[in-house]
């Protein structure tokens, strides 16, 4: 079946460190497609709109991304209400 | 809780002594403390500012404590992560793990460190002369975690 694009999913989208500074914003609601059906369609979503994403979220450069605070991969399936954080590789300790 | 993440300092004896408390069986006490260094990467730091994920940080740390409590025979583990803007010879990280033998609790310990420098969302922001930079994450911290799987 051909996926129908009036469709929409609205996820909250987050961005920690160097990502926030880089996006100049800490959260966002994101209506995307309905064909945007995991973590690695969101991403490609977001570089689409140029400039700091396009850099940011370049393929090969390390981020890490949650769905719902559980670390996630590139084929995890995001659905409405979804909370996904877009985060640098991390620095503590 | 056996996980803080606070921008309190905290007491390395008095949270020991706690844990000990009512737990004559304990035979071991293995320990970690990280403190701010004045230099990194060649450049004096003035005060380094750490940024966490609240709820999903302290959700990892524990999933963490967890996973050592069920690979080694230990009693109880502790885990206290600063946040907020901090100053070289301070404080950041605190791991505790108590057992009956030496040998467990070191692991865990071990352990606990490494999976904490790889896996808990937090971020380093540094101050230096040349300005501010966040911290670059490390390939040897990696190698380092590695080895637990």
Redesign the interface.
Known sequence: MKPDDSRITTVEV?Y???LREAFGCDSEQVAVPESVKDVAGLTAWLRQRGAAWAHELAPGK?V?I?VN???AGADTPIKSGDTV?L??????? | MPVRVQTADFDIGAEIAAMRRGNPKVGAVASFI?VVRDLNEGDRVAEMT????P??TE??LEKMVAEARSRWDIYDALVI?RVGTLKPGDQ??LVVVTGAHRSEAFDACEFL?DY??????????ERTPAGAR????RESDDAAADRWS
Do not use: C, N, S
């Open positions: 987050l920690f460190a160097r390390p890490l949650a605070q559980d670390m954080a985060m640098p590789p991390v620095t503590g300790g | 990280g750490l940024e966490h994920y709820g999903m959700k990892a992560h950041i990280v460190m904490l420098k790889t896996r808990a969302p937090f971020w380093k922001k966040w911290v670059e994450a």
